[in-house]
């Protein structure tokens, strides 16, 4: 009784804007404590581990499968619950076994006795409409050591299902033809590649990632069991082509790399920023944006790799976080927009970062919320159960996150200098957000005036075009201009009028969903529309 009191007495009193240790150990590479398989106690604890995979439950528990260990060393292939209520881990399948080969069974049946090969290094994970977690590729300890295969774990049942793709490591996948489901379908094995949602139809996508590096985007039908080649090209090693912030267009593609931080939007659309091309070498600080119904990707911004904090809480176009990889502990609030913590930056492996940043989806606009802005940063973990402005976890990559029905953000594990000097965690944090901190912009400054109703725009929302209308009393110069959210002027025009009706049609197909602005600069006025964009 007493242990669950503390643990609900830290919930309610733990402090805006403040990191608290909830679980495991203050120092690197320990070995854990499973107790005893499918029993809950608070003693349990994961080992330290380094780029396990993770889901949130219906139910809002938290779960993790896999990761690599130094002590001992190599990989995992234990699934491991959390419950937030009581503060307890549960080992609930695995062997305990680094480098377990698994049991896959029959492909499609399900049972007791199977369990995914111990992997780590980025697999591929989501959640369905009914709850059951699903996980895809990864690395193992066998030579190749790149997976391409669909499990789906049933919670209910406690049972993995071997689903789709090879039960041997290192093939080069079919791709057939790009659009086309096809149950002869399957992903070239894969790690690294973290970068998967879940759509409104609950079908399954995942960009990129390591084994073969490529720029492609595959989307998996739970019905029919089919693979869909999306996306992309079979080009290794491919570039990339930006277009135009802001703008959706058909030839867009991110080039290929292996990305970590990724979130749906309310529209269903798909996200992602940074990641790296190469191991480790080339980060990435850009944002992309994938667009399900038009099949398209819209380069939102960045592209470089310094970055630019701002000041701590407050929005500004000009910040952006340093590129960076092995981001993936990343959220989506309840208000829609985007957060992540720490990652990589590519400098021997050794560089880390501790810093929390949100992204306003509205505004396109970055805040750095907590952290430092240096490189390895050390920690503070204070005491266990204990909310402090002090707190802080010490730099680093390849942790998980989940989000709470709270509001409240978790990291677990990854590592620090985790190649020239390894050090994994198997620390459990929770972060409260400040709503005081942070706030996104709400205006681009930019306001409708069309108050007497001399200018008529049609149709709104609009999906394809804008038609403008409206009456001039003399020949004149007029100036059409659209800007976004963030008042950026995204189209200009320049007309000399005659007298009479004016009417003009402006073609937005290759603008992304959203608001927009239309003004019409006259010689002695301007008038301004809001406009909707909704393909």
């Given at each position: 009784t007493s242990f669950i009191f503390c643990f609900l007495f830290v919930e309610c009193f733990s402090q805006a804007g403040e990191w608290v240790w909830l679980k495991g150990d203050s120092v690197p590479n320990q070995p854990g404590n499973y107790g005893v398989q499918g029993v809950p106690s608070p003693t349990n604890n994961p080992p330290s581990l380094y780029e396990p995979c993770e889901w949130t439950d219906l139910n809002g528990n938290f779960w993790m499968f896999g990761g690599s260990g130094i002590t001992p060393g190599g990989y995992y292939g234990d699934l491991w619950k959390y419950n937030l209520l009581t503060n307890e881990w549960n080992w609930m399948k695995g062997t305990g076994i680094t480098n377990d080969p698994g049991n896959y069974g029959t492909q499609g049946i399900p049972s007791m006795t199977n369990n995914p090969s111990a992997r780590s290094y980025g697999a591929a994970t989501w959640i369905d409409s009914l709850g059951n977690l699903w996980m895809f590729g990864g690395l193992t300890a066998l030579n190749p050591s790149h997976c391409s295969d669909l499990w789906k774990y049933d919670i209910s049942t406690n049972e993995w299902t071997w689903m789709k793709g090879p039960s041997v490591t290192g093939q080069s996948g079919i791709y057939g033809t790009q659009g086309m489901p096809d149950s002869a379908n399957n992903p070239a094995a894969k790690w690294e590649c973290v970068a998967s949602w879940t759509d409104h139809n609950s079908d399954l996508w995942f960009f990129g990632g390591f084994g073969s590096l490529l720029d492609d985007l595959w989307k998996f039908n739970i019905a029919s069991n089919q693979w869909t080649w999306m996306k992309g090209s079979l080009i290794l090693s491919n570039p990339g082509i930006n277009g135009t912030a802001g703008i959706e267009d058909s030839l867009n593609t991110p080039g290929s790399r292996c990305a970590y931080s990724r979130w749906k939007d309310t529209n269903g659309n798909l996200w992602f920023f940074g990641g790296m091309f190469g191991s480790g070498v080339y980060p990435f600080n850009d944002m992309w944006r994938y667009n399900p119904l038009t099949n398209n990707w819209t380069w939102m911004g960045g592209n470089g790799v310094t970055g630019i904090y701002g000041t701590k809480c407050i929005a500004s176009p000009n910040n952006i976080p340093a590129a960076r990889y092995e981001n993936r502990p990343c959220w989506t609030d309840q208000d829609g927009n985007f957060w992540f913590f720490g990652g990589g930056n590519g400098s021997g492996f050794g560089a880390v970062y501790n810093d929390i940043w949100k992204y306003c989806v509205a505004s396109n606009q970055w805040i750095w919320i907590h952290g430092s802005s240096s490189i390895n940063p050390a920690g503070n973990w204070g005491t266990l159960g204990v909310s402090s402005a002090t707190n802080k976890p010490n730099g680093r990559g390849g942790g998980v996150g989940w989000r709470d029905n709270n509001n409240n953000l978790y990291i677990f594990g990854g590592a620090t200098h985790h190649y020239n000097s390894p050090y994994y965690y198997n620390d459990l944090w929770k972060y409260t957000i400040d709503t005081?901190?942070?706030?996104?912009?709400?205006?681009?400054?930019?306001?409708?005036?069309?108050?007497?109703?001399?200018?008529?725009?049609?149709?709104?929302?609009?999906?394809?075009?804008?038609?403008?209308?409206?009456?001039?009393?003399?020949?004149?110069?007029?100036?059409?201009?659209?800007?976004?959210?963030?008042?950026?002027?995204?189209?200009?025009?320049?007309?000399?009028?005659?007298?009479?009706?004016?009417?003009?049609?402006?073609?937005?197909?290759?603008?992304?969903?959203?608001?927009?602005?239309?003004?019409?600069?006259?010689?002695?006025?301007?008038?301004?529309?809001?406009?909707?964009?909704q393909h």
């Open positions: 005081t901190c942070g706030v996104c912009p709400t205006s681009t400054g930019i306001q409708e005036n069309n108050f007497t109703n001399e200018l008529l725009v049609f149709p709104n929302p609009t999906n394809s075009s804008l038609t403008i209308s409206f009456q001039s009393s003399s020949k004149q110069n007029i100036e059409l201009r659209i800007y976004n959210t963030l008042g950026k002027q995204i189209y200009l025009e320049k007309a000399a009028i005659a007298s009479g009706k004016f009417e003009k049609e402006i073609n937005v197909k290759k603008l992304s969903d959203g608001i927009y602005f239309l003004q019409v600069k006259m010689a002695e006025t301007i008038i301004s529309k809001k406009v909707v964009i």
